[in-house]
C-alpha cells in the first residue's frame, strides 16, 4: 500500500502511539515500520496475536518489560572472540534476566486449558541461562566496578591495596601534624595527583620538604608534594594498580568467553523480547481503545458497528455504523459542513488499515473487514506551490493516479469530488 495515501488517513500517528508505548529499542523500530498488510492469512494472524496479548494481560496484568539495548555491537565482539567491557556484560545479564522475567511471566500458574498458541511460540524460544546471568552480575557490579569478589585474585591485590594506603595516610598525617612541618602545610589533608598521595604545601616552604612536586593550585600559592619517605609506597600501590587492571581483563576475558557459544540465543532472544514489547504494545493501546478483534470477510465488503475515529475522544466521538460493499460498492454521503462527511471517510480508512496492520478497532463487537489489496485516498487539500499546482490540479492528479493504480479490490475513497470539479 503506498505510504502518501496511508499518511492521508492519519496511519502515520498510529504507529507514533504505538512507538511510545513500546519500551525496548527494537519494539519501537518494528513500531515504526509497522505497514497494512494486503495478504489475508497474514493479517489474520497479526490480529490473533493481539488478540491473545489482551486476553494475557486480562488474566496476568502487563508483563514487565524494561529497556534493553539492540547487541548488534556485544554479538560483533563476542563472534571475533573478543572481550566485553562492563556495561556490555551487564547488558547481556540484563537481556537474560528479562528473558527468565518473561518466562516466569507466562508459565508461572498457566492454565493448560488457556491456549495462546502464537505467543506461546514466542515465549518458548525464550533462551535463559541463570548461572552466567547470576556470574556476571555477581563479578560486575555497574559499568565502572568489578566486585573484589570476582576472583580470590583480585580480592587479594585489594586487600593489600587497601593496606598500604593505611599505612600511607598514617604516615601523612603523621608528617602533617609534626610539630615540625605542620607549619608548611597549607591545608590538614591527603590528596591524590596523578595516582600518588600527596600534600598541599604551601608554595614559599616548597623546598623545606623532600620529595616530588606532581601538581600546583590555580592561584599557584599551594604546591602538591609526594614526600620522598612515601616514595616507594606509593610505587608498590602503583604495581598493585597494575596487578589489579590485569586481573580484571582476565575476568572480564572469562566472563566473555561463557557468552561464545551463546551468542545465536542471545540474538534471537532480544528479537522475541522486542516483538513481545510491539505485540503487547498492540495490545495496551487496543484496551486503551476499548477495540476488538475485527472479523476478516472474504466477500469484499466493510461492516463498521459503532465505529470511533481512534483520535476524537471516546466521550465526544458519535460513534457510526457504516455498510459498503454487501448490496452495493459504491457509497455517497452528503450532508451539511461540519457534518461529519470527511471524519466518517477517515474512519472507514483509517480502522481498515488499522485492521490489515493487525490492530484491534475501536468499534463494536461484530464489525467486518475485508483486506484489500491497496487503499486510496483524496481527502483534504494538497495545492503545492513548488510544482505550481492548484488545488484543482493536484485533486486531478490524485484521481487520475486512483484510477490507474485502483483494482476491483481497491478501497477508494473520495472526498468532497462533487463539490470541487
Do not use: W
Amino acid at each position: 500500500m503506498e505510504q502518501k495515501y496511508i499518511n492521508k488517513l492519519e496511519f502515520n500517528k498510529i504507529l507514533d502511539v504505538l512507538t511510545d508505548i513500546c519500551i525496548t529499542d527494537i519494539g519501537k523500530d518494528l513500531a515504526k515500520n509497522l505497514q497494512p498488510c494486503n495478504n489475508k492469512d497474514a493479517v489474520l494472524n497479526l490480529l490473533k496475536e493481539t488478540t491473545e496479548a489482551v486476553s494475557l494481560i486480562y488474566k496476568k496484568n502487563t508483563p514487565e518489560i524494561f529497556p534493553i539495548s539492540d547487541i548488534d555491537y556485544i554479538s560483533k565482539t563476542l563472534e571475533s572472540m573478543g572481550t566485553l567491557n562492563n556495561k556490555s556484560l551487564l547488558e547481556v545479564a540484563k537481556i537474560l534476566a528479562l528473558s527468565a522475567t518473561l518466562k516466569s511471566y507466562y508459565y508461572n500458574d498457566n492454565d493448560e486449558n488457556f491456549s495462546l498458541p502464537i505467543l506461546e511460540n514466542y515465549f518458548s524460544m525464550l533462551y535463559t541461562n541463570p548461572s552466567i546471568q547470576e556470574n556476571i552480575q555477581k563479578c560486575i557490579l555497574d559499568e565502572f566496578t568489578v566486585s573484589d569478589d570476582a576472583s580470590k585474585e583480585l580480592l587479594s591485590i585489594r586487600k593489600k591495596q587497601k593496606s598500604l594506603e593505611e599505612t600511607i595516610k598514617n604516615k601523612l598525617n603523621s608528617f602533617i601534624h609534626s610539630s615540625s612541618y605542620s607549619k608548611y602545610i597549607q591545608e590538614n589533608l591527603i590528596t591524590i595527583r596523578n595516582d600518588r598521595y600527596v600534600i598541599p604545601v604551601k608554595e614559599e616552604f616548597k623546598t623545606m620538604i623532600k620529595g616530588f612536586i606532581h601538581d600546583i593550585s590555580a592561584s599557584g600559592s599551594t604546591v602538591f608534594i609526594e614526600p620522598i619517605s612515601i616514595f616507594e609506597l606509593n610505587n608498590e600501590i602503583a604495581n598493585l594498580k597494575a596487578e589489579e587492571y590485569k586481573e580484571i581483563e582476565k575476568i572480564l576475558t572469562r566472563l566473555s568467553s561463557l557468552l561464545y557459544p551463546i551468542i545465536n540465543e542471545l540474538k534471537n532472544t532480544t528479537k522475541i523480547i522486542g516483538k513481545l514489547d510491539f505485540i503487547f504494545a498492540k495490545a495496551k493501546y487496543a484496551i486503551k481503545l476499548n477495540a476488538i478483534e475485527p472479523e476478516i470477510n472474504d466477500k469484499k465488503f466493510v461492516k463498521l458497528l459503532g465505529a470511533r475515529h481512534p483520535f476524537i475522544d471516546e466521550n465526544l466521538v458519535v460513534p457510526i455504523d457504516i455498510n459498503i460493499g454487501i448490496d452495493f460498492s459504491t457509497l455517497v454521503i452528503t450532508g451539511p459542513n461540519t457534518g461529519g462527511k470527511t471524519v466518517t471517510l477517515k474512519t472507514v480508512g483509517l480502522l481498515t488499515l488499522m485492521a490489515c496492520s493487525g490492530l484491534h478497532i475501536p468499534a463494536k463487537e461484530h464489525s467486518s473487514i475485508y483486506v484489500f489489496d491497496n487503499v486510496f485516498a483524496d481527502i483534504g487539500d494538497e495545492q503545492s506551490i513548488q510544482e505550481s499546482l492548484s488545488t484543482f490540479s493536484a485533486h486531478m492528479r490524485n484521481i487520475i493516479e486512483i484510477l490507474n493504480n485502483s483494482t476491483s479490490n481497491s478501497l477508494v475513497l473520495l472526498d468532497e469530488l462533487g463539490s470541487r470539479y
